[in-house]
């Protein structure tokens, strides 16, 4: 058996996308920038795509940027309007809990730059507070950025509000909607969001496509150079199939959307209960009141992320520890500790991410072998067989 719980790191491409791609890898082949009749064939799916992506967000056509993915569209919103500012003093006021796409970002642009960047705590749940947001921004301040949901411990920020005082503001808004495009209604002027990137692999589309939404009238510079492709805002030879199996993709993820976060959620929900009720010593991480419907992240006392997640696989099942991205480093999760979990219990986060095709049979198997993981990893562990019973650990 093979179970995929690692729905946010990515997932599987959804067919009926795929089917609609491969034409474009094939006979209709031709660079959507050229005048002649191959040009013009590739022109028009792309322009359908990026009105069809639009329409899905509340956006115009002239509004979608096609780029390579989630981190581009991320890097671009930040340098973009640093570098595109005259200020002498700039500052980007951002969360504790970002995707290392923001993160780093801000970090070149502190070193580089002499840019300030706020980095806003959260609370247990894992989220920022309006206020807190509000509290940050000060006369310097050139953008504000703040994830849509966190793609470890799946919190929903509070993107409306924030937007709301920005907007009032004039201070340019942008938020990582990555996690959020699957589950949530994404509506840029209720969102009140100047600029939102998004990735197709996150919603079965293919990887290595995405895209930064930027509102008419937002001037940012540009980060790739060279044609004049996508208005020249980023030039590169535009990519027909994985723009047009983006748009597929997302057309799916939206009709279906209500009726997956059902199914996902109610599936979830059994899980965690079944996990805090049956395991010893587990913890959950994050909230659950404003959590993506998929998500579920807890740490276990005593023994390491790594070791669960090993075993599970060795059972067929795809867990991540900490984030997909730092896995392979033995840092503990920025985000985990960000909620305040002590260190020992930071490396020994696991998430499950569900998906659309996860079925109750998966996540009852999942159960099993995870309860009885923990068991035989914690009968191994001194630790552990020094404090149980005294009922003192955390
Ligand atoms: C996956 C992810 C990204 C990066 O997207 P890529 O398309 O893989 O570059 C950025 N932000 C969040 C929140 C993500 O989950």
Redesign the pocket.
Known sequence: MRIYLDN?ATTRLDDDALAEMMPYFTEKFGNPSSLHAYGREALKAVDEARAEIASLIGAKASEIYFTS????S?NWALKGAIYASKAKHKHIVTTAIE?P?IIETCEYLEKKDGVSVSYVPVGKDGRVTPEAVIKAVTPDTTIVSV?FAN?EMGAIQPIKEIGAFCREEGILFHT?A??AMDSQAVDVNELNVDML?M?A??FHGPKGI?VLYIRSGVRIDRLIAGGHQERRGRAGTTDTPLIVGMAAALRKAVAHRDEVNARVAKLRDGFVARVLKEIPYVYLNGGMEHRLPNNANFSFGFIEGESILINLDLNGIAVSSGSACSSGSLEPSHVILALGVPEELAHSSIRFSLGRDTTEEEMEYTFKVLKESVEKLRSISPLFNMEKGTGSYV
């Not at 993915?69 to 581009?72: T, W």
């Open positions: 946010s993915g989630g981190s581009e991320d995707h796409a994830m793609n990582d990555v996690q990137s990735s692999h996150k995405g």
